[in-house]
């Protein structure tokens, strides 16, 4: 089975910290995203790559940047957390456009 | 991508049939149909996807319409762990490397 692995479950942050959130994915897939999840607005993209050291601004990049030195791992980035940054924070990869795998979601509260 | 649209709740008893539909009129000829599922505080899960035959797969069936202007996710014996948001995707295989989850259908099963 293809294995999303994201670092933390709950995480806890300061306004101003710098965040770091990381994904890693088992099965050498290209492609991979980070999303938000927020009651009532579904998931919005936050940014994807689709090869190591590419990155594309998703619908709502602002506010964070992401990093991909290696292939299996996909680092979001919280240059300044603020508080309307707490949300469920989900990466997921894929291959060839089939069906995506997610991770387990990290959940950060920004206070 | 084109837009989806799901009713927001379904009830279904447990050992039942739970059959979830899906309009997606403005789906052009190269997009596919994509079911995931979400259950609570977990990563959404790919459950199948179709172009225009029907598919079946250990999870779940897929009928979509000639038109393909509709389809029917069908869960054949719903289990209470099946209780879980689902989402209805209509996407390219070729391009940006996006879903488009809106807000889905909350499934739930009843003992």
């Known amino acids: 089975d293809v294995k999303v692995t994201q670092s933390s479950r709950y995480l806890v942050k300061r306004t101003g910290e710098k965040v770091f959130l990381e994904c890693v994915q088992d099965?050498?897939?290209?492609?991979m995203f980070w999303y938000r999840q927020d009651p009532g607005l579904g998931l919005r993209l936050i940014y994807f790559s689709y090869d190591v050291k590419m990155k594309e601004k998703g619908d709502i990049p602002e506010g964070y940047s992401v990093s991909r030195e290696k292939k299996e791992r996909f680092s979001l980035i919280l240059e300044s957390a603020s508080t309307n940054q707490t949300s469920m924070y989900l990466c997921?990869?894929?291959?060839?456009?089939?069906?995506?795998?997610f991770g387990s979601g990290t959940r950060l509260t920004v206070v | 991508d084109a837009k989806t649209t799901q009713p927001p709740s379904m009830d279904c008893a447990e050992g039942r049939a739970a059959n979830l539909p899906c309009n997606h009129s403005t789906i052009s000829g190269n997009e596919y149909v994509y079911w995931y599922r979400q259950i609570h505080s977990q990563g959404p899960q790919y459950i199948i996807h179709?172009?225009?035959n029907n598919e079946t797969n250990e999870m779940a069936s897929l009928i979509i319409t000639e038109d393909r202007k509709s389809s029917t996710l069908i869960l054949p014996h719903a289990t209470l762990r099946d209780t879980a948001v689902y989402y209805c995707?209509?996407?390219?295989?070729?391009?940006?490397?996006?879903?488009?989850f809106g807000t889905g259908t909350r499934l739930t099963v009843i003992p």
């Open positions: 099965m050498d897939h290209e492609n």
């Open positions: 997921a990869s894929t291959e060839a456009n089939y069906g995506y795998t």
């Open positions: 179709g172009l225009k």
């Open positions: 995707i209509v996407r390219a295989q070729t391009g940006a490397n996006n879903l488009f």
